[in-house]
C-alpha cells in the first residue's frame, strides 16, 4: 500500500505571531503552483501563541495544502495544570497533529515514556493524530544500543493503541545527534533503522498498521539531502527543524519529496 509522504516543519520556539503568518502565508505562494494531489501532506508546527493566527491565515487562503501542528500537549483535558495546554486545547485552536516526544522535550522537560504513550492516547481520542518522536544519543550509538533503546520508546509509546489509531498515527526517527548539528544520518543507516522500527510497530500492532503507518526521519535534512531519503524504502517524509524556518528552503524539501 503507498504510504502519503509527510513533510513537517517544526518551527520550536521561534516565531511571533506576525512572522508566523508572514512564514506560513510565504509557504503557501511557494506551494500555489503545484496541484494538491501532487503535493506530500505539509505540516508546520508553529508555537502555541501562533496556533490560532496560522489556522486562520491557512483557512483565509483556502488552499487547504498545509496542516497544522502543535509541538506538544498535556494528556489531561483541563484543570490545575498550570501552564499546560491540554488536547482538546490545541485542537479548538484548529491543529490536525501534534508532535509529542521530541528530543528537546525528553531532555529539558523531563518528558517520559510513559507521559508519551498518555499524551498519544488523549490526542488519538481527540481525533487528532501523534507524531511520536524517538530516537538515540551518540554515547547510545556508540554503546551499540540505538535498536534496543528506540525499540523500547515505540513499544512504550505505542502501549495499550488499538492497531487502527497506531495505523493513523506518525512515527519521528531523529537521531539526537543530528539534531541541529548539520550533521544529517546516511540515508542507507536511517532507512534501516526506520525498517527496524517497522518491525517493532508490527509485533506491536500488526503487518496492516505497520504498512500503513508513516515513519518519518528528523535530523539536519536539507534541500540538498531530501532526494535521497525519499528514495529509501522506508523513509515516509521528513520533520525539518532548522530548514522549515525559511519558506523557500522548505518548500524546496517539500518539492523534493514528490
Ligand atoms: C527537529 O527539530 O526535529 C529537527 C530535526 O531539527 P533540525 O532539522 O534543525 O535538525
Not at 69 to 78: L, W
Not at 151 to 172: H, M
Amino acid at each position: 500500500m503507498a504510504r502519503k509522504p509527510i513533510i513537517a516543519g517544526n518551527w520550536k520556539m521561534h516565531k511571533f505571531q506576525a512572522e508566523s503568518v508572514e512564514l506560513v502565508n510565504a509557504l503557501m505562494a511557494e506551494l500555489k503552483p503545484i496541484e494538491k494531489t501532487e503535493l506530500p501532506e505539509v505540516v508546520v508546527a508553529p508555537v502555541f501563541t501562533s496556533l490560532h493566527v496560522v489556522r486562520k491565515a491557512m483557512d483565509d487562503c483556502g488552499c487547504g495544502k498545509v496542516k497544522l501542528a502543535a509541538q506538544n500537549c498535556y494528556y489531561e483535558a483541563q484543570g490545575a495544570y498550570t501552564g499546560e495546554v491540554s488536547t482538546e486545547m490545541v485542537k479548538d485552536a484548529g491543529v490536525d497533529y501534534v508532535i509529542i516526544g521530541h528530543s528537546e522535550r525528553r531532555q529539558y522537560f523531563g518528558e517520559t515514556d510513559e507521559m508519551i504513550n498518555k499524551k498519544a492516547k488523549a490526542i488519538l481520542a481527540n481525533d487528532l493524530l501523534p507524531i511520536i518522536c524517538c530516537g538515540e544519543t551518540l554515547e547510545q550509538r556508540e554503546a551499540g544500543v540505538t535498536d534496543s533503546h528506540i525499540e523500547s520508546q515505540i513499544r512504550a509509546a505505542l502501549d495499550g493503541i488499538s492497531a487502527d489509531d497506531v495505523a493513523k498515527s506518525v512515527i519521528a526517527y531523529e537521531p539526537i545527534w543530528a539534531i541541529g548539528t548539520g550533521k544529517t544520518c546516511d540515508s542507507d543507516e536511517a532507512n534501516r533503522v526506520i525498517a527496524m522500527i517497522r518491525n517493532v510497530v508490527k509485533s506491536v500492532a500488526g503487518e496492516a498498521a505497520a504498512d500503513a503507518i508513516r515513519i518519518l526521519y528528523g535530523g539536519s535534512v536539507k534541500p540538498e539531502t531530501i532526494e535521497e531519503q525519499m528514495a529509501k524504502s522506508d523513509i515516509d517524509g521528513a520533520l525539518v527543524g532548522g530548514a522549515s524556518l525559511k519558506a523557500d528552503s522548505f518548500a524546496k524539501i517539500v518539492r523534493g519529496a514528490m
